[in-house]
């Protein structure tokens, strides 16, 4: 970087940051800036296109370009070279502009008679606003200096739009944040909310862009990032030895914090006419740049970290912590980019709905939201920079769609539908205390699934007949470290007092695959779902199992106990773990404690492969569950957490149909008590077809008995179950449209 261009960067800030001070409205700025962008880049033309909308730029000031062109040149997003700079977000630099991929030619602008073009994108953090370009006669290629100084000028262009400098008098940079946007995400827990936006890192707003005194500004960043180093050691040295997950961040954060080639790029931003906070974040939005490129999971973490770690840096320089002394709204919508699940847990059940721009079904984080039936739409694409703190917003967890600050005809709609849900909701609760009886009076026992302490008042809320799975992994993957076996027991006791005589059926730890502990190595498997996994490590490393059966029995202090082992994919291992069971009530025996009243120990069924099983383990297990979630990814080889697959195979395809029938039967004929507590018990189609099949024990979600309780009050399962007959022998590939046609006759 030559000294020249460093003078010159900087005396352009300078001016800019005069014309900012200047009276005059948005368009009067925008003018005076190009004008004076072309100047100190000795070039004829200077724009500055803005997205009118999320797909569309419109030129919004020239110097250069044709007058009348202004405000009535529009560009799709990909069109031309400056779409194209909007669309990959990376500098596009030529000496012969008509010569380039991409080049369309606009001929109201006048710009046939410019040859060299160099367009950067103004953005902030990854945000795009617009593209601010840069054309002349002369046919020459802009050098990297000159870029650099575009760019350092397109963050403090980013800067000011975010503070509103450009809105009015025709601009297409509207107040940014006063529009209503509507983002399609993905859903992750169903439901429909509607509140205030709750952010979980509000955004850190930055009012001094550009460096009165690049020495004290120097300064004030060696300072950030001396408090930031001491900081991060006290983390440190506070870290729990065990939690090598934490350590292994803490010890990226110094790494980052000491790094000598990070400081150096800010330190580059600041000399280039930057303040403090500007410098940081010019480099935070170039790492975020490499994130999207980076595929290796590991090294996507890493810059997580480093992105964390700008973010500290940006709050230590601006002062602005995570108490903005803003409240929370009485209606919160949680927004983040991702959360984890102790984060979440501690929001509790007083978040109304959650936004991620993040996240995954399967995440721990999804797993608490589930759990805490709030909900929750993950992979929504630009919420935490479109949303601001207080903002209104509708969540869609049905669809995975958000509105945010809408208008009143989709709130409108939106409040149709959320009191016809709650009418629906009076309806299933007066039906709470009456039996899940089929017309042609089959009673099916319907069973909540639940993972927390906090689930338990839905057993009486909901009408449930007990517990039918308690995922057990919950409270390991909430701590950051191992629970220990006192807290265990002392919790299980809770949920059996809780559950007022009613069974609970505890499933032992379920970890591995999509569950992995933050406080155990990670292995690194090509295929975690068919990998190391639940029974499979509790077998082949039982300690945390024993403990855990332990912890299981002592809560039951005297009291009847259910138990059952997951991912079970053959007999040896049913038999192996309830050794491990026998061996745990001999030596509580052996110690003197109480034994429960009543023992009974079931198996998952997961994989194909015990459908198999000889008639002996049949014979041999108290009960078996069909883990349909599991079951049903293996019996396609769809993987349940890929969104391209997962909803390609219906649960009511009659290759599935026939191989669950064909369980039902097995257990019927070999005496084995049965039930199923995937998700597809909760829905109310499914489950009753899985009622005509023969399962009489369903366990689901507590919000969904209502629903299935309420379908299964209409239904003869003998009839369904004879139009399944007819079906299949008619060659019908799929039951649901014969079974949803059936179903809606008889409402
Ligand atoms: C299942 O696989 O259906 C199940 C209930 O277990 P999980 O969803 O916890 O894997
Ligand atoms: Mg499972």
Redesign the pocket.
């Known amino acids: 970087m030559s000294e020249t261009f460093r003078t010159d960067s900087r005396q352009m800030l300078g001016r800019l940051r005069a014309i900012m001070a200047e009276e005059g409205g948005g368009q009067t700025r925008l003018d005076r800036i190009t004008r004076l962008i072309a100047e100190e880049m000795h070039a004829e033309v200077c724009s500055i296109y803005l997205f009118r909308d999320e797909n569309t730029l419109e030129l919004c000031a020239s110097e250069g370009l044709r007058a009348e062109s202004v405000h009535q040149t529009r560009l799709k997003l990909g069109e031309g070279l400056v779409g194209r700079v909007a669309r990959s977000g990376t500098v596009i630099n030529t000496d012969d502009a008509p010569a380039a991929p991409g080049f369309r030619y606009m001929p109201e602008t006048g710009e046939e008679a410019y040859s060299s073009f160099v367009g950067v994108p103004i953005q902030r953090l990854g945000e795009k606003l617009g593209v601010l370009v840069t054309q002349s006669r002369q046919k020459r290629l802009f050098s990297d200096e000159e870029i650099y100084a575009l760019e350092v000028v397109a963050m403090v262009l980013a800067e000011m739009a975010e503070l509103g400098a450009f809105t009015g008098e025709g601009a297409a940079m509207k107040a940014r944040h006063s529009q209503p946007v509507m983002l399609r995400g993905g859903s992750a827990q169903e439901g429909a909310a509607q509140g205030h936006v709750w952010l979980h890192e509000p955004r850190v707003v930055i009012t001094n862009p550009i460096a009165e005194d690049p020495t004290r500004e120097m300064e004030r960043l060696h300072e950030a990032v001396e408090t930031l180093r001491v900081g991060v050691d006290r983390m440190l040295n506070s870290a729990q030895d065990g939690d090598k997950e934490q350590l292994e961040v803490l010890e990226a954060y110094r790494m980052f914090a000491n790094s000598k080639g990070w400081m150096r790029r800010m330190q580059a931003n600041i000399d280039s006419g930057l303040s403090a906070e500007a410098a940081v974040e010019k480099e935070q939005s170039a790492a975020r740049a490499r994130m999207t490129q980076v595929t290796d999971a590991y090294l996507r973490e890493r810059l997580h970290d480093l992105d964390d770690l700008s973010n500290r840096l940006l709050r230590i320089l601006t002062g602005q912590g995570q108490e903005t002394g803003a409240e929370m709204p009485a209606d919160p919508i949680l927004v983040a980019r991702n959360i984890g699940p102790a984060e979440l847990l501690d929001y509790g059940r007083g978040l109304r709905g959650i936004v991620l721009e993040e996240g995954a079904v399967g995440s721990h984080a999804a ?1 608490v939201a589930r759990a805490l039936a709030i909900p929750l739409v993950i992979n929504a694409v630009r919420i935490t920079t479109e949303a601001l703190n207080g903002d209104f917003i509708l969540v869609d967890g049905d669809q995975g769609i958000v509105h945010l600050r809408p208008d009143d005809a989709v709130t409108a709609a939106f409040r149709d539908k959320m009191a016809m849900q709650a009418k629906a909701q009076e309806r299933y609760a007066s039906i709470r205390d009456k039996p899940a009886q089929a017309l042609c009076g089959t009673r099916i026992t319907l069973k909540m ?1 639940a993972g927390l302490m906090a689930d338990l008042p839905s057993l009486e809320s909901s009408g449930a007949e007990g517990v039918g ?1 308690f ?1 057990t ?1 919950l409270q390991f993957l909430t701590r950051s470290h191992m629970p220990k076996r006192a807290e265990l027991s002392a919790l299980y006791a809770r949920v059996m007092d809780a559950a007022r005589g009613r069974r609970v059926i505890f ?1 032992t730890l ?1 970890i591995g ?1 999509d ?1 992995v502990l933050p406080y155990m190595k990670p292995t690194d498997e090509p295929n975690p779902a068919m990998g190391w996994r639940a029974v499979r490590v509790a077998l082949e490393k039982p300690g945390v199992m024993r403990m855990q059966l332990q912890a299981l029995i002592r809560a039951a202090k005297g009291r009847p106990l259910s138990v059952m082992f ?2 079970v994919a053959q007999y040896d291992e049913y038999s192996a773990a309830r050794a491990e069971m026998d061996k745990a009530l001999d030596r509580e025996r052996i110690l003197g404690h109480p034994l429960p009243s009543e023992i009974e120990v079931g198996a ?1 069924l ?1 994989t194909p492969s015990i459908a198999f099983a000889p008639d002996a383990f049949f014979q041999e297990v108290d009960f078996l ?9 293996f019996f396609f080889a769809a993987d ?1 957490e890929n969104e391209r697959v997962r909803r390609r195979y219906d649960t009511l395809d009659m290759s599935y149909l026939n191989f669950l029938e064909g369980i039902v039967y097995r257990c019927a004929t070999l005496g084995t008590r049965l039930s199923f ?3 597809d018990a909760g829905r109310p189609i499914e489950a009753a077809c899985l009622a005509a099949l023969g399962f009489r024990t369903l366990s689901m979600r507590p919000a969904s008995i209502g629903p299935v309780k309420s379908l299964l009050r209409h239904t003869d399962l003998g009839e369904l179950r004879t139009i399944l007959h007819e079906e299949r022998a008619r060659g019908t590939q799929n039951l649901r449209k014969a079974a949803t046609d059936y179903l809606r006759s008889k409402l």
């Not at 569950?625 to 990814?633: A, F, H, I, P, R």
């Open positions: 797993i699934n799975l995922r992994e499933r379920d695959s569950k997951p991912f998952m997961e569950s069909v883990g349909g979630n599991d079951l049903k990814q349940r507590c995937g998700e």
